[in-house]
């Protein structure tokens, strides 16, 4: 297992800017002994796509898609902006984000607001 300062370092320049997120999820897999993962095809660039529906209605209030390389500033965003997000664990996200998923990877249904968020990956 790879010493915590390691990784803080790996994320730290993460945050930086100096690496992206698929390089700094590369990096903290290899700490971790596994195997470097393919590099993302170059012709095809992912995007993080946030949609918010009306529970009742079915209807999209938001629909809001995002470049994966600003998804780190977005979640930093998020943190101060909007604490309703303390419930989702925004690293685990972000390091789900950087492992090269793609599809659905939150849904989050508000009975209170009579929401549903859903967080894609493609």
């Known amino acids: 297992m790879a010493a915590p ?3 803080l370092k790996i994320l730290q320049m993460l945050e930086e800017g100096k690496i992206s997120a698929e390089e700094a999820a ?3 897999r290899a700490l971790e002994g596994g195997q470097r993962p ?8 992912r ?11 079915g209807s999209a209030k938001v629909n809001v898609t995002i470049p994966v390389g600003l998804v780190s500033v977005a979640l930093r965003m998020a943190e101060r902006f909007a604490p309703e997000t303390q419930n989702i664990d925004l690293q685990e996200l972000a390091e789900i984000i950087a492992s090269g998923t793609l599809g659905k990877v939150v849904e989050v249904a508000d009975a209170e607001e009579n929401e ?3 967080i894609y990956v493609e």
């Open 5 to 7: 300062e390691e990784r």
């Open 47 to 57: 995007f993080l796509r946030v949609q918010v529906t009306d529970l009742e209605s």
């Open 116 to 118: 549903r968020v859903e």
């Open 26 to 28: 590369a990096l903290l």
């Open 38 to 45: 393919p590099p993302p095809p170059v012709d095809r660039s």
